[in-house]
């Protein structure tokens, strides 16, 4: 697992501090490059949409939520389900 953003490295790691540093690592992704390739960039704000993807250990992308939100507890669990059926799949 991995957090992938358009913030700079530096802000990532405060924002990582803050949270008590996660287990997983943050991405910067500050071109913009991986948020556009995968179609989550908002071209006129320069953001990133909150997005979560579950991508195999082929490379192919299983579960999208290009609407994810934070708050809600039904978001993670559905994400989590998707992680426990692409991990079944691939033992």
């Not at 991405?27 to 960039?41: N, P």
């Not at 997005?51 to 999208?64: A, K, L």
């Amino acid at each position: 697992m991995l957090a992938v953003s358009v913030d700079q490295i530096y802000s990532l790691n405060v924002f990582n501090a803050s949270l008590g540093m996660l287990p997983y690592p943050l991405l910067s992704d500050w071109h913009r490059t991986t948020a556009k390739m995968y179609g989550v960039l908002d071209e006129q704000m320069q953001v990133a949409k909150r997005s979560v993807f579950v991508i195999d250990q082929q490379g192919v992308i299983r579960y999208r939520n290009l609407q994810f939100k934070a708050q809600e507890q039904s978001d993670y669990e559905t994400v989590l389900q998707q992680l426990e059926q692409v991990s079944a799949v691939q033992k």
